[in-house]
Structure formats: structure tokens, C-alpha cells
């Protein structure tokens, strides 16, 4: 669907020593979905902008160009207009044939649950109904690549899952490719493949049952503040519990996860 | 053409939705002109050697459309910030919308009401005792129109260049009504000590002003002569084009 060869990218007034990306090589395939992961300034966004066409490489390849919608962390719609509006909007920018439109509007509209909000202004919606109300925009222009950068940043609890859910609607029953930016480590491994970015460089990318299997340890035991986790096997887990609780320490046992792999790869830089 | 139609359509349905936008645009110059015209027009109509008294808010009008263009104009390109800042334009430009017909679009759509606001105040020419020929009240409207597509341009462009919009607003303090000021709209430039008189005449919203006064009266612009409606044509393509280069070509926001 779109592939970067070896792509880098250094904005103006930036030290050539320190790109933004550098030299990165990535393919993604139609319905994938591709979580983005990596300490602020590490080079989500600008490799998001690569995707989306809205950022130039420096040097490298992009090949391909699939129909692209993009989601950013602010809600990217005019308050002053209803959802409908806006969504039709989008459809009409986008060129979607007006045949094509009320069918879209539908479906996006149950996808997103905003079936019943259509007629009212953007502007007078909570976040996280703006929120999916842009997700509603995005699906309008019958996207093949959806971008999303941090979707669910600052959104309450019960947003948040409603974020998740209808990003898994995305996949499940449109095959859209999705890549998003997060930070948080739950909503990374909904995805299919995780890139970790550091400095402008992949440091990792697969998916994230291996990067978390190749972390060399199944389980991490708690401790008190102050003293280090255990890491050790799922079998010694147990154990090794057992042994901290009767010599009176209290600890909890979990197992390892994409936070792990995060804390692993991105120590140095944070 | 259909997606620019929708960029315009929005364009329109926000400004039908900002009422005080519509108030404030054709209101103040209709104030102004009530104000300076009646309340200047013994004395300066005495000045001016004629024996009407509405002559001065006859003069005055041209000025007043450029203003109410100029405040439409002013309130339009604010969206332009407000659209970059929220990624509305960056998701807009994301998409297969070229971007001159994404511009063309904001200047037509922000462009078409500031003109009819613009020329909401023209028929106050008759009740003003100026009685312009249909050629001449047709100048008078296509000078208006020139006048509109180069304020809206300008405005687009200072609005792509400013970080805010409380920077705009310096930017309309500081650029856009002095140049208002200097275009004549107040006095007769003519007329006016030997610097106000380049100044006028160096200042391209003094050209559409002039053109649209001289299609009123019926003659040649007494500071530009046969050169008003030349140079007004210049400032409306150059400002466009200034307008589709910069914007068009510029950044288009930040993803994050």
C-alpha cells in the first residue's frame, strides 16, 4: 500500500547531525494496524506527516499513495457546524460521489455511536464526542490509510475505551489500515505491529506479543518502593513471590507487557 | 469545483451563523458615515465651495464601502487562523483539493458577502444627491468588487503570515487601517499637504478607492488621474496571486 525506503527527514533551522528521521525503511499493508511509539521528539508525528504526504522527505523513497485520512490530537472540524455538516464537508472536499455519501454517513455514524448526535454543532460537543466525531469525518472520505496521532490524548476513562473500540470497528469491518502515535502502552498493543522510535531511529518493530517475548522474561514481580522489580520466568514467578512474602515484603506479580519492551528500549532517553 | 463549492458553502453558513459579524461589518461605516457626513456637513461642505450639505458624506461613501469590505474582509480571514491552528486546513489540505482552489475558495467565500456588504451602502449615493448613470453605478460596482478581491487577499495573506489572532489583530492595527486611512477615504487627497499626497497615492487601496469615487462622479481621480482603475486591476491580480503563492505553497500546519 505505501512503502518508505530509507527515508530521512531534517527541517529547516535543524542540525543535519540530529534529523527528525533518520534513514527509515517501512511497508505497510492494507487493514494492518500500526502502533507508533517512542518519547516525545523522537520523530512520531514527522513520520505520521511522511504518511499522511503533508510532510517531504529530505532523502529516501515514499512509493505509493493510498486515499489517506488523518486524525490529529485536536479535533480538526468546524465548531460552527453540525456533524452532518461537517461530515459532508469532508466527503465533498474528498470528491466522494454524492451516491456514495448517505451510505458512508450511516455507517460511520453507527461505527462511531453518534447516529443520533448528527444534527448537532461540533462546537457544543464533550471531547470525547468530538473526538469521534472526527474519527466520523475521517471515515467519510473512504480512507485506505487512517493516520492518527495520539487519538485518545486527555479523553476521560470511558472516551478513552470508546476511542479503542472504534478504532478495532476500523479494522474488523472496514480493513482500513490504521497507524496511530500513543503513549499509552494499552492502546499500543491493540495494534498489529509496534514501531518504537527513538531519536529519529527505529529502535524495534514486530509485533507485540514477540517484542514482549523477546524481552527474555514472562513476568515482573512488584516490590515496595524503592527496590527494584524482580524480572523473571512465568514457572519462577511463583517462587520467588512466595520467598519475598515470607521474608515480610510485600509485592504483586504481573505480567510483562509492551511497558516493559517501552521502559527496555527507550531507558537511555528518559 | 464541487469541493470548492463546499469550502465556499462552509464559508458562507459560518458567517450566517456569526449574525454580529453582519452588524458590525455594514453598522460602523453607516455610522461613520451618519456621524462625519452630518456632523461635518456645514463646515466642510462650506469648505469644499458647494452649496449642498450631504457633498461631504457624498465624498465620504467610497471610503465607507472600502471599510465595511475591509472589516468583512478583516473577520473572514480570522477563520484562515483558526482553521491552521485547529488542522482543519492541514486535514483539508491532506486530501486531493488543490490547494489554489482551497484558497480560491476562502477568498471567494469570505470575498462574496464582504462585497455585498460593501455594497449594501452603495444606494446611499442617491439619498446623498449623487445621481450616477448605469455605466457609471456598473464601474462603481466592478470597482467595488476589485476592491473586495484585493482586501480579502491581503487580509488571507497577513492572516498566513501572523502566529495568532491576537497578532492579527496588531496587524489590522497597525497595517491595514492606516491603510484605510491613507486611501483618501477622509479627505481629499488632491488636496492634502505635498507628503499625505504621495502617501495617498503610493497606497494601493487609494486605487480602488479613487476608481470607485470617480465611477460615482463621473471624472477622472484627481490624484491618480487615468491611472486609478490600471492600478486598482494590478492590486486585485497581484494581491490573488500574492494570496494562491503564499498560502498555497506555505505550511500547512503542525500534525501535532
Redesign the interface.
Given at each position: 500500500m505505501i512503502r518508505l525506503d530509507r527515508v530521512s527527514k531534517t527541517y529547516p533551522n535543524q542540525n543535519d547531525d540530529r534529523p527528525a528521521l533518520r534513514e527509515l525503511s517501512l511497508k505497510i499493508e492494507a487493514g494492518e494496524m500500526i502502533s507508533v511509539i517512542g518519547p516525545n521528539g523522537s520523530g512520531k508525528?514527522t513520520l505520521?506527516?511522511l504518511l499522511?504526504?503533508?510532510?517531504a522527505p529530505t532523502s529516501g523513497i515514499v512509493e505509493g499513495k493510498p486515499v489517506?485520512?488523518?486524525?490529529?490530537?485536536?479535533?480538526?472540524?468546524?465548531p460552527?457546524?453540525t456533524v452532518r455538516?461537517n461530515a459532508?464537508?469532508?466527503a465533498?472536499?474528498?470528491?466522494v460521489a454524492k451516491a456514495d455519501r448517505q451510505a458512508r454517513l450511516s455507517e460511520a455514524a453507527e461505527i462511531t455511536g453518534l447516529a443520533d448526535r448528527l444534527s448537532d454543532r461540533v462546537g457544543s460537543l464533550s471531547g470525547g464526542l468530538a473526538r469521534r466525531a472526527d474519527l466520523l469525518?475521517a471515515l467519510m472520505?473512504g480512507p485506505e490509510l487512517l493516520i492518527l496521532?495520539?487519538p485518545a490524548a486527555g479523553l476521560d476513562r470511558a472516551s478513552h475505551r470508546a476511542i479503542g473500540d472504534v478504532l478495532d470497528a476500523f479494522r474488523e469491518r472496514l480493513k482500513i489500515a490504521v497507524v496511530y502515535a500513543t503513549h499509552d502502552m494499552a492502546d499500543a498493543a491493540r495494534a498489529d505491529r509496534v514501531i518504537a522510535l527513538r531519536e529519529g531511529e527505529v529502535v524495534a518493530q514486530n509485533a507485540p506479543s514477540v517484542l514482549i517475548a523477546e524481552l527474555g522474561y514472562e513476568a515482573v514481580i512488584e516490590r515496595d518502593a524503592g527496590l527494584d522489580p524482580i524480572r523473571c520466568s512465568r514457572a519462577d514467578a511463583s517462587r520467588e513471590a512466595s520467598r519475598l512474602i515470607e521474608a515480610g515484603e510485600r509485592c504483586s506479580v504481573r505480567q510483562a507487557s509492551l511497558e516493559d519492551v517501552y521502559d527496555t528500549l527507550m531507558g537511555a532517553t528518559l | 469545483m464541487?469541493?470548492t463549492?463546499?469550502?465556499v458553502?462552509?464559508e458562507w453558513?459560518?458567517l450566517w451563523?456569526?449574525p454580529a459579524r453582519i452588524v458590525a461589518t455594514v453598522g460602523t461605516p453607516m455610522v461613520l458615515l451618519i456621524a462625519l457626513g452630518a456632523g461635518f456637513a456645514g463646515s466642510i461642505s462650506g469648505l469644499m465651495g458647494v452649496g449642498d450639505e450631504r457633498a461631504y458624506a457624498a465624498f465620504l461613501l467610497p471610503g465607507m464601502m472600502a471599510m465595511a469590505s475591509l472589516f468583512a474582509s478583516i473577520f473572514g480571514a480570522i477563520s484562515l487562523i483558526e482553521d491552521r491552528d485547529?488542522?482543519?486546513l492541514?486535514?483539508?489540505?491532506?486530501?486531493?483539493?488543490p490547494s489554489g482552489s482551497v484558497v480560491m475558495a476562502k477568498i471567494i467565500g469570505i470575498g462574496a458577502p464582504a462585497f455585498l456588504q460593501a455594497l449594501i451602502l452603495l444606494p446611499a449615493v442617491w439619498i446623498l444627491g449623487v445621481y450616477p448613470s448605469l455605466t457609471q453605478t456598473i464601474l462603481a460596482i466592478l470597482a467595488t468588487l476589485l476592491l473586495t478581491v484585493a482586501i480579502v487577499s491581503v487580509s488571507l495573506t497577513l492572516a498566513w503570515r501572523v502566529k495568532s489572532t491576537q497578532e492579527f489583530h496588531a496587524i489590522m492595527n497597525t497595517v491595514l487601517m492606516p491603510m484605510w486611512l491613507l486611501s483618501g477615504s477622509f479627505y481629499p487627497a488632491s488636496e492634502s499637504a505635498s507628503a499625505m499626497r504621495w502617501l495617498t497615492a503610493i497606497n494601493p487601496l487609494s486605487w480602488p478607492v479613487e476608481a470607485l469615487r470617480s465611477s460615482l462622479n463621473g471624472l477622472n481621480s484627481p490624484l491618480l488621474g487615468s491611472w486609478a482603475w490600471p492600478l486598482t486591476g494590478v492590486f486585485a491580480l497581484g494581491s490573488v496571486l500574492i494570496a494562491m503563492g503564499t498560502i498555497g505553497l506555505g505550511k500547512?500546519g503542525?500534525?501535532?
Open positions: 508525528s505520521l506527516g499522511a504526504g503533508v510532510v489517506c485520512s488523518v486524525v490529529l490530537q485536536r479535533t480538526a472540524l468546524d460552527l457546524l455538516e459532508e464537508l469532508f465533498r472536499v474528498y470528491s469525518r472520505v496521532d495520539e | 464541487d469541493a463549492m463546499a469550502l458553502g462552509r453558513l459560518r451563523r456569526q485547529s488542522g482543519l492541514l486535514v483539508i489540505m491532506a486530501g486531493p483539493t500547512r503542525k500534525l501535532s
